[in-house]
């Protein structure tokens, strides 16, 4: 089923990554870490639908999206999404899975891959769940992290974020098997995977030749 939900307010988290509130369907309800089927209420916009994560918590009284702006995106959502604010119409269909909490493991990003897991760190964070849960975020460059210093604290410091194409200070290591083998202390716990088609392919096959089964989601581009 289809909802037509007016934007509430709009923020920018970093240089391309925008937040939506939208108004919140009566009796709409989703999981953390589930999705939706969204697009523009507009002619011409109407069809292009792409999958967001909810990143606000299930029982908040409006919707949330953590979006990234895609200007080179060759049907432009984003970048029109990008030009929206309060009052413009969108199009979302009823929450569908996506990524599920199982239980505390380790948490792996690849920039916009970080929103499916928002939601769940939030509600793990309200009920004082976060505790044995991990999170290695990898970004290009330290100005693409989104929501650093909320993972942080809800995380109580157990993150690592990794810049890849940048040098001096920080950690610029990618995300691969020397990385998981050096900073994994127990491959039977759960593994939630999110980010770009390639990165997930590539972390589930290593994180399966190392004993652990990963849950995999992708919602890039």
């Known amino acids: 089923m289809d909802h037509i939900v007016k934007i509430i307010s709009t923020h920018n988290v970093t240089h391309n990554v925008k937040q939506f509130n939208v108004e919140k369907p009566e009796g ?40 990234k702006i895609y200007q080179d995106s060759e049907e432009g959502v984003t970048r029109h999404l990008n030009e929206l604010d309060k009052g413009h119409e969108l199009i979302i269909s009823d929450a569908w899975g996506a990524i599920e909490y199982k239980g505390p493991g380790y948490f792996i990003a690849g920039g916009a891959g970080i929103t499916p897991f928002i939601a ?82 590539d972390i589930t096959k290593i994180l399966e030749n190392l004993g652990a089964k990963a849950d995999s989601v992708v919602f890039e581009k």
């Open 120 to 201: 769940i760190f939030r509600e793990l964070y309200r009920t004082g769940k976060t505790a044995s849960n991990t999170l290695f975020f990898s970004n290009l460059t330290n100005r693409d992290i989104i929501l650093q210093h909320e993972l942080e604290t809800m995380l109580n410091g157990r993150c690592i974020f990794t810049t890849t194409r940048e040098t001096g200070p920080g950690d610029h290591r990618k995300i691969d098997e020397a990385f998981l083998k050096n900073e994994v202390t127990d491959f039977s716990k759960h593994f939630y995977v999110c980010g770009p088609d390639a990165m997930v392919a």
């Open 28 to 67: 709409f309800i989703f999981t953390p870490g589930q999705a939706t089927d969204l697009s523009i209420n507009e002619p011409g916009w109407k069809g292009k639908k792409n999958p967001f994560t909810f990143t606000g918590l299930a029982d908040d009284d409006h919707l949330q999206f953590t979006i």
